[in-house]
């Protein structure tokens, strides 16, 4: 069986999101150091909104999405989609990759974290320096559970490129191990 881990970018104050937008931050450090490089070539699983969010699959991963019609129309095109957890699971275990990672949204991650039968061997956590306005929340989860093994604090900086926004808030990457499967 593939290690599941979790990866997710919060505030203090635990939003990760606003309606299908993410938080007013820009954190490219985060996405080019931490997210690309963690999930390329690993399957990741996603709610509806986070895919209808990205808009099309995330290049170089099988993209599974939960959805509760997955034959409804007007979903994006080149994702997978299963109508439970359990489906997902199944489905990233059979496809490329040594790690299945668990990307968003709250629904998702309540899925992933809540449910007894589902073992979640790290957390990814990005705590971005500042509370935010919006209406999605990163899920509590059983914290006794999880140990911190590192953290590496990243800085707000000045976008340098084209493709570079910057960081535009400091922002600490946390990684968690799960104590009951370490």
Known sequence: ?????LIVAHGKNNVMGNGLQM???HLTDDFLL????KTINCPVIMGKNTALSLGKPLPRRANIVITHN???KGLPQGFK?????EQALYLAEEESGEIIWIIGGAQIYTLALNNPDIV???LHITKVHGEFEGDIFFPSYNEIIYKLLVTVPFKKRVP???KDKGNSHDFD????ENLLTA
């Open 70 to 72: 997955p034959f409804a």
């Open 81 to 85: 989609y299963v109508s439970t957890m």
């Open 1 to 5: 069986m593939k290690k599941k881990k």
């Open 160 to 162: 340098g490129g084209e």
């Open 23 to 25: 938080p007013d931050w």
């Open 34 to 37: 931490n997210f690309k490089p």
């Open 173 to 176: 990457v946390e990684v968690y």
């Open 120 to 122: 979640i061997d790290q």
